[in-house]
């Protein structure tokens, strides 16, 4: 069964610096897609990066990038240049690769972002 | 462009009660999932429709059901609530059963579910 663990209950970075996000993933099979949503204060779950199991290159999305290391079966989510408005709840995820639009989301990070 | 809308925002059950929840997709959209999310939790799958039909199912009971209309609308039932229901339920849209370009999936605001 597919299974993702985040280490890092609450992570803390001041503002305009980097932080690396934890994720690692456990899956038998050889396709597969790894998801990083945001979650404010208001609930929303927001779209922030996808990297699918046979892409060769890192996936990037503006100050978001994705480190992603197959073997280490790890996909860690980088925000670069933080700002105030990243605290949030950051969420890794992997869709099940026979459910379609089925994600299983891991326990989550609190990220707090000092000025 | 309207993103996923979900309705009610919050509200307050007693045990025993049903709930219906509300979920309008993206617009182009036309699968709908929901998903549960406890306090300090990651959200669990639920269910997912698509053409009126139930396609995917998470490891929730029957007390859980849904329903999806032809303007591919959705609706999640909750019957018999127990505290442990106690929840933000979030729904999501998606084109088609295997999503976007990357997959990924359009998240409302949720409804957050209290039952005393």
């Known amino acids: 069964a597919q299974k993702i663990t985040q280490t890092q209950p609450g992570m803390f970075v001041q503002e305009k610096e980097a932080v690396t996000l934890d994720c690692t993933y456990d899956?038998?099979?050889?396709?597969?897609?790894l998801f990083w949503y945001k979650q404010p204060s208001s609930g929303e779950m927001i779209f922030l990066i996808y990297q699918g199991s046979y892409d060769e290159q890192n996936a990037t999305e503006g100050r978001y990038s994705l480190n992603f290391q197959k073997a280490r079966k790890s996909a860690n989510l980088v925000i670069s240049a933080s700002q105030l408005g990243d605290s949030a709840m950051y969420f890794c995820?992997?869709?099940?690769?026979?459910?379609?639009?089925?994600?299983?989301f891991g326990a989550g990070t609190r990220l707090a972002v000092h000025p | 462009d309207a993103g996923v809308t979900q309705s009610p925002t919050h509200l307050i059950k007693t045990r025993g009660q049903q709930v219906t929840l509300r979920c309008s997709p993206k617009?182009?959209?036309?699968?709908v999932s929901w998903y549960q999310q406890a306090l300090g939790q990651g959200p669990q799958f639920i269910f997912q429709?698509?053409?009126?039909?139930?396609?995917q199912r998470g490891n929730f009971p029957d007390r859980f059901s849904g329903h999806q209309f032809p303007n591919y609308s959705s609706e999640l039932n909750v019957n018999a609530l127990l505290l442990g229901d106690s929840a933000l339920y979030l729904c999501?849209?998606?084109?088609?059963?295997?999503?976007?370009?990357?997959?990924?999936?359009?998240f409302g605001e949720g409804s957050r579910l209290t039952v005393l």
């Open positions: 995820a992997m869709r099940d690769p026979w459910g379609y639009n089925k994600l299983i």
């Open positions: 429709y698509y053409e009126e039909e139930e396609r």
């Open positions: 617009s182009g959209h036309d699968t």
């Open positions: 999501a849209s998606s084109p088609g059963l295997a999503g976007g370009l990357a997959g990924e999936l359009f």
């Open positions: 899956t038998s099979d050889q396709s597969y897609g």
